[in-house]
C-alpha cells in the first residue's frame, strides 16, 4: 500500500482531549478513497455505501503530520471495495485501518451502473508516452468525461 497522503493536524482538528479528533480523521479517510475510487473508475459520480468497523488504536496530537493509504482490494460490477490504513509519521504508530470500504459507480441518473474495471490501474498506467518528452492524456470514454450538473 502507497501512503500519499499526509495531513499535518491543526488545533482545528483537535477533540477536547488534545488529540486528533475521530470525525475529522473519518472526514479525510472518506474524501481520499472518494478520490481514489474516482481515479480507479474513472467517473466523478461515486457514493460512498459502507465502511467497515472503525477501531482507533492511537491517535496524533497537534503538529503531528498523519498518513493515509488506499488500495483497491475488490472490483464489484458496480463497486469497488478499497481498505484504508492510517499512520502517525512522527510517532510511526498506525491510528486504525479500515478494512472493508465499498463505493458504488453511478450514472447520469444516479443509479448504480456497471464501470467495467477488473484491476487497480496505476497513476503511470493511466498515461501513455508517445516518446520521452510528450504525455499524453488518458484515454477516456464519454461516460468517464461526464460532470456533475450544476446546482
Known sequence: MNFH???WVKPED???NGTLFGGS???WIDEEAAIYAISQLGNQRVVTKLMSEINFVSSAHQGDIIELGIT???FGRTSITLR???RNKITRK???TVEKMVFVNLDQKGEPAPHGRTQIR???E???RRDLGDVEAPKLSVDDLAEEPAH
Open 5 to 7: 497522503t499526509r495531513k
Open 14 to 16: 483537535l477533540n477536547p
Open 25 to 27: 480523521l473519518l472526514c
Open 72 to 74: 483497491a482490494t475488490q
Open 84 to 86: 484504508a490504513e492510517v
Open 94 to 96: 498506525s491510528i486504525l
Open 122 to 124: 496505476y497513476a503511470d
Open 126 to 128: 493511466l498515461f501513455e
